[in-house]
C-alpha cells in the first residue's frame, strides 16, 4: 500500500472511531437522562358510592394519568408531602353483580378506598398502609407527612386515635377512645400538635417524629396566648 493510500485509510479508521465514540457517549447520556413524566389530574364529576351496608353518597371524583395513561380515580383533597410527593384518597369501581348475574354484564357501583402516594419526579403510584383506618368512617387529616385519623380494629370492635407518618409501619400514637367515629382532626403548628374531638372531648397530643404523647389544654392555650 502506498504511503498516500496509508494516510487515507488511518484517517477514515480514525473518523470512523471518532463517530463510533460519539454514538457511544451520545447512547449514554440519553440513557442517564432521567424520564421526564407527565402527571394530570382530571376534571371533577359526581357519583354515588355506595358502602358495606348499601348507603349512597354523592362522592366527586378524578381521574390521575400518568403518561397519558389512566392510574386510578381520586376523590378529596390533594395534600403536598414535598415538592415532589403527594398523599390523595382513592376510589374504584367494583362489580356489584351475584354470581348468577356476573356471565350477562357487569355492575360497577363506587366505592371510596384508601389513601395513595404520587411520586410526580418517577411517575410511581404506592398504596399507603395506614394501621386501623376504615374507608367506610375514618377521616384522615394531613400535616407533613403525619395523617390523623380515628381507626377501628379489625373486628370493629376497638376503636383508636391514630397518628400514622409516612416510612413507619407502626403508628406513633395509638389511643383507644369510646366513640365509635370521629371528625378530621385538626392540626397546629409551633409546636406541632393534633386535636381529636372524640365522644365529646377534646383529646390534644403534642407530635414529633419520635412520637405523640398528649398535652393538657390548659398548657395548650397558655402556649397560644391570650386571643
Not at 61 to 82: M, Q, S
Not at 125 to 148: C, G, H, K, M, T
Not at 184 to 198: G, H, K, N
Request: proline content about 5%; overall charge positive.
Amino acid at each position: 500500500m502506498s504511503r498516500t493510500g496509508a494516510r487515507t485509510y488511518n484517517g477514515q479508521a480514525m473518523r470512523f472511531a471518532l463517530f463510533f465514540l460519539i454514538l457511544v457517549l451520545l447512547a449514554g447520556a440519553s440513557e442517564a437522562a432521567p424520564r421526564q413524566h407527565t402527571v394530570l389530574l382530571g376534571k371533577w364529576r359526581m357519583v354515588e358510592a355506595r358502602s358495606e351496608t348499601g348507603a349512597a353518597q354523592e362522592t366527586r371524583v378524578r381521574e390521575l394519568v400518568i403518561d397519558g395513561r389512566l392510574r386510578e380515580y381520586l376523590t378529596g383533597p390533594v395534600h403536598e408531602v414535598t415538592a415532589r410527593l403527594f398523599v390523595v384518597r382513592r376510589a374504584y369501581r367494583m362489580n356489584d353483580a351475584l354470581p348468577e348475574e356476573g356471565r350477562r354484564s357487569a355492575q360497577w357501583i363506587w366505592r371510596l378506598g384508601g389513601w395513595i402516594s404520587v411520586d410526580r419526579e418517577t411517575g410511581h403510584v404506592a398504596q399507603l398502609n395506614l394501621p386501623a383506618f376504615d374507608s367506610e368512617i375514618s377521616a384522615a387529616s394531613w400535616y407533613r407527612d403525619f395523617a390523623a385519623y380515628c381507626g377501628v380494629s379489625d373486628d370493629g370492635s376497638r376503636s383508636y386515635m391514630m397518628v400514622a407518618q409516612l416510612g413507619k409501619r407502626k403508628p406513633i400514637l395509638k389511643k383507644e377512645v369510646s366513640a365509635s367515629t370521629c371528625p378530621a382532626p385538626r392540626w397546629d403548628r409551633s409546636p406541632s400538635r393534633v386535636t381529636f374531638l372524640a365522644a365529646g372531648e377534646k383529646n390534644i397530643f403534642a407530635v414529633s417524629a419520635r412520637g405523640a404523647g398528649p398535652q393538657p389544654e390548659t398548657l395548650a392555650a397558655e402556649e397560644e396566648g391570650p386571643q
